[in-house]
């Protein structure tokens, strides 16, 4: 049967007489701005997370309940009255009371308005949350689909450069270092899971391909909390473009993240750190090397980057790279500080020749400052300087824990670790030299938890057998620190060895200790094995003379452990530290600190 047009048209005219239409209206437009005002002071305030759905589950009731009574009553200048019916003949509604069909589209109305409020509601604070998103970005690993093996470095350096391209336009949030996301290199952890270890929003992921001078780099853009793939291009072009696709993929990324770029930025992003794609190359695969962290590999980066900057004298990238490659070469035993530390400090000094902003050539020379010439002052100074230039540089905020770490204050150190937290929330993970800072600023337990969940998800981290080691050492619980620094052994560690030396002597094996020291001894005779460290050996002896000749022989040669000993190894040389010539050295060291 069809429908009357008249009968609607009679229910609208009563909706507008009963005044339902205005109570609707206004009810609507004062339930939104209580919305949006809650939704205001719900975080300043700190109420609970439950608040806001029960403002939209009352003023859902309250929204039904407002219908039903504009509908029955009316407000008059006498006050509050039942509205009138107005008299219809019985046969329009048939068998049904008149007042039966006004609750009727009273509820009806009332269940459209609620569902389109809240519809609206969420709409709106889903667009509003997704704007505030944190632009915090992981860029996982980039696969090298490369065939020919002379590429087998391309992957790993794209994804370096990469970062630094969206870490330089200091536009995001934040973006983690490599260091972060390296260990996602085969992971089969889903998007979600990774985001959340990481405490991103955002993960970038891709791969490169090389042929000869051809370059195809694809990437994404995914939003990890449901995985949604944002945004996804290929970039196809000759090699001499890297540094224009490198540009277009960070431009890309900040469009697709609701990100505007101002000039600065834009000039930041564009700026090319050199115009030789030959040095270029060579910087790349020094990198790569770099990262490696053996003594094969770092002489071998070495050579690279002193090939990059023969080619380009202007490459100041190239020179902090050569830098903290002698640096490494120290830290390995490789070459001895003196060999090391110079050539690195004339190194950072030149890139800053070339670019007085790089913050990265403060960071180097803090680092010389701090292991060669025992300034702390002057290192702190150059690290601040780093920090104003580059904010949220993670390589900074450890450095600078380091100092403080070894100058003896453990609680600063510990703040600087979790001022690095804040920026990325996997540094416990990364680098579990934190619960050796945290065990001395006396958070056993939680230096202990560190370490161990450290180990339990990379089981080949033999260093952090070495920390777990040094604090059972000085806790006294010399069989427990023994196992650990054994387990440390895989590879050959000048400290793990002394250290696991000083346990056996703790324990009353000296038999053990003498036969590390010969161990030591020997390699010597073709490595450079610091001096302060057999020294300390010889002083658990009872060799004395031996020992403090082999630390003052440490002292001249500016040897890192002697650092080490002023605050935090206080075990080793324990016997001789009320010695005069022991003290006289370390006023030496104190004093140029």
Not at 51 to 68: D, E, H, R, Y
Not at 226 to 240: C, L, M, Q, T, V
Not at 286 to 303: D, F, I, N, W
Request: glycine share 6%.
């Amino acid at each position: 049967m069809p429908r009357d047009p008249n009968k609607l048209n009679r229910i609208w005219q009563e909706l507008k007489r009963r005044n339902v239409v205005r109570v609707i209206t206004v009810y609507a437009a004062a339930a939104f701005v209580i919305l949006e005002l809650v939704s205001i002071i719900v975080e300043p305030l700190r109420l609970p997370e439950w608040t806001l759905p029960l403002i939209i589950v009352l003023l859902c009731i309250g929204f039904i309940i407002a219908v039903i009574l504009s509908w029955i009553y009316d407000v008059t200048p006498e006050g509050i009255e039942r509205t009138d019916q107005v008299k219809e003949p019985r046969e329009e509604i048939p068998g049904q009371p008149s007042r039966l069909v006004g609750w009727k589209i009273a509820t009806y109305l009332s269940l459209l308005v609620i569902a389109g409020m809240v519809t609206f509601h969420l709409i709106s604070r889903s667009k509003q949350n997704e704007s505030k998103l944190e632009t915090s970005i992981a860029v996982l690993p980039f696969e090298n689909w490369s065939s020919d093996a002379a590429y087998f470095y391309l992957g790993d350096a794209i994804t370096d450069e990469i970062i630094l391209q969206l870490w330089q336009a200091n536009v995001f949030d934040r973006v983690l270092s490599r260091s972060s996301t390296m260990q996602y290199r085969e992971s089969r952890t889903s998007i979600p899971a990774i985001a959340g270890q990481l405490g991103v929003n955002y993960i970038i992921e891709g791969s490169i391909q090389r042929q000869a001078d051809h370059v195809s780099i694809r990437v994404q853009v995914i939003r990890a909390r449901n995985e949604d793939h944002i945004w996804a291009h290929e970039y196809n072009g000759e090699w001499k473009d890297i540094h224009s696709i490198q540009d277009n993929i960070a431009k890309e990324i900040a469009e697709k993240l609701k990100v505007v770029l101002t000039p600065v930025q834009l000039v930041q992003i564009e700026q090319i750190p050199t115009s030789d794609f030959d040095a270029y190359e060579y910087y790349l695969l020094g990198k790569y090397l770099r990262s490696q962290r053996t003594p094969e590999s770092l002489l071998k980066a070495k050579g690279h980057f002193e090939k990059a900057i023969e080619i380009d004298p202007g490459f100041a990238r190239a020179y902090t790279e050569l830098a903290r490659c002698y640096g490494n070469l120290a830290f390995y035993g490789s070459l001895r500080p003196g060999e090391a530390y110079p050539p690195a400090l004339e190194l950072a000094k030149k890139a800053l020749e070339i670019d007085s902003l790089f913050g990265e050539a403060y960071t180097v020379i803090a680092v010389n400052d701090l292991f060669f010439s025992y300034d702390f002052a002057g290192a702190e100074k150059n690290l601040q300087r780093a920090l104003e230039l580059d904010p949220n540089n993670l390589e900074v905020y450890k450095s600078l824990s380091e100092l403080y770490f070894f100058s003896g204050q453990f609680n600063e150190s510990v703040k600087m670790d979790q001022r690095a937290l804040i920026l990325h929330p996997a540094y416990p993970l990364q680098d579990a030299l934190f619960g050796i800072h945290l065990y001395f600023a006396h958070y056993k337990d939680s230096a202990i938890s560190v370490i161990k969940e450290k180990i339990r998800r990379d089981t080949g981290c033999t260093i952090c057998h070495t920390y777990l080691g040094v604090i059972y050492l000085h806790e006294g619980e010399y069989n427990k620190s023994i196992t650990e620094f054994e387990k440390s052994l895989s590879s050959f560690s000048p400290f793990a060895f002394t250290q696991l030396g000083l346990a056996y002597s703790k324990s009353g094996n000296l038999n053990a200790t003498r036969s590390i020291l010969d161990t030591l001894e020997s390699r010597a005779k073709d490595e450079y094995i610091p001096y302060s460290m057999r020294g300390a050996l010889l002083a658990e002896l009872g060799r004395d003379q031996e020992a403090l000749d082999y630390l003052r022989r440490g002292y001249e040669e500016r040897e890192e452990y002697l650092l080490l000993m002023l605050h935090i190894d206080t075990i080793s040389y324990g016997d001789l530290r009320a010695d005069p010539r022991f003290i006289e050295i370390y006023k030496k060291v104190w004093s140029e600190g």
